[in-house]
C-alpha cells in the first residue's frame, strides 16, 4: 500500500523567502506521479506542480519547484519569493500510473508572514 | 469552460440518516473521484466513476455508494449516516482516456448530529 508521510504540521515564513516543505513516500511500484496540491481557506484544492517518476528532471512552475530524489522516495516543494497569497494548507500526493486515485499525506499549514 | 461544482455547500444530518452529494464534472471530463477529508487529515479516497460504472474504491463501507450519469455528473451516496462521516467531501474530475490532472470541485461540508 502506498504511504505519504508530511512530518511538518506546520510551518511559516517572511514574505518574499524562501521556504522548503518537505514529503516522504512509500511504494512498490516503479511508475508514478507525484502532486503537491494547495488547500486555501476557501476549500478548493489547488494543483501547484506534478512530477512524473520517470524524469529525472525536477518540475518548476514559476516560484515553485520541487526536489525529487527517488531512491530516496522524497518530494520537496521549495516556493520562492514567498507570497501571502501562498498561505495555505499543501498536500504531498501520491497516484500510481493509471489509477487515477490519489493518495495524500496529512498537509502542512504553512502561514506567509507579511 | 466551466469548472468542477457540487451541491450543496453545506449540510447537516442526524445519525442513521441518509444523505445524496452532487458533484458536476468539469466540461469535456468523463471520470469522477470521491474524496472524504476529515478535519485536520489529508482526502482519503473513496471511489472513482468512469463511463458510468465504479472503477476502483478505496477502504470505505459498502453503505458508501454512488453513481455516475450520462452527462459525467455523479452522486455520492451514504446511508446509515456515523458521526464520523463528519466531514468534507471532494469531488474531482479528470479524463481518463489520457492522462490530465484531477479538477477539485469546492466540497460538501457534512457534519452528522
Known amino acids: 500500500a502506498q504511504t505519504v508521510t508530511q512530518s511538518q504540521p506546520e510551518m511559516s515564513v517572511q514574505e518574499a523567502e524562501t521556504v522548503t516543505l518537505s514529503c516522504t513516500y512509500d511504494?512498490?511500484?516503479?511508475?508514478?506521479?507525484l502532486f503537491w496540491y494547495k488547500q486555501p481557506p476557501s476549500r478548493q484544492m489547488i494543483l501547484v506542480i506534478r512530477?512524473?517518476?520517470?524524469?529525472?528532471q525536477n518540475a518548476t512552475e514559476n516560484r515553485f519547484s520541487v526536489n525529487f530524489q527517488k531512491a530516496a522516495k522524497s518530494f520537496s516543494l521549495k516556493i520562492s519569493d514567498s507570497q501571502l497569497g501562498d498561505t495555505a494548507m499543501y498536500f504531498c500526493?501520491?497516484?500510481?500510473?493509471?489509477?487515477?486515485?490519489?493518495?495524500f499525506g496529512t498537509g502542512t499549514r504553512l502561514t506567509v508572514i507579511p | 469552460e466551466t469548472g468542477v461544482t457540487q451541491s450543496p455547500t453545506h449540510l447537516i444530518k442526524t445519525r442513521g440518516q441518509q444523505v445524496t452529494l452532487r458533484c458536476s464534472s468539469q466540461?469535456?471530463?468523463?471520470?469522477v473521484s470521491w474524496y472524504q477529508q476529515a478535519l485536520g487529515q489529508g482526502p482519503q479516497f473513496i471511489f472513482q466513476?468512469?463511463?458510468?460504472?465504479?472503477?476502483g474504491r478505496g477502504n470505505f463501507p459498502p453503505r458508501f455508494s454512488g453513481l455516475q450519469f450520462p452527462n459525467y455528473s455523479s452522486e455520492l451516496n451514504v446511508n446509515a449516516l456515523e458521526l464520523d462521516d463528519s466531514a468534507l467531501y471532494l469531488c474531482?474530475?479528470?479524463?481518463?482516456?489520457?492522462?490530465?490532472?484531477?479538477?477539485f470541485g469546492p466540497g460538501t461540508r457534512l457534519t452528522v448530529l
Open positions: 512530477q512524473e517518476a520517470y524524469k529525472q
Open positions: 500526493a501520491f497516484e500510481e500510473t493509471g489509477a487515477n486515485n490519489l493518495f
Open positions: 466513476y468512469y463511463r458510468e460504472e465504479e472503477n
Open positions: 511504494t512498490s511500484e516503479n511508475n508514478y506521479y
Open positions: 466540461s469535456g471530463h468523463n471520470t
Open positions: 474531482a474530475s479528470s479524463h481518463r482516456d489520457y492522462y490530465n490532472e484531477q479538477f
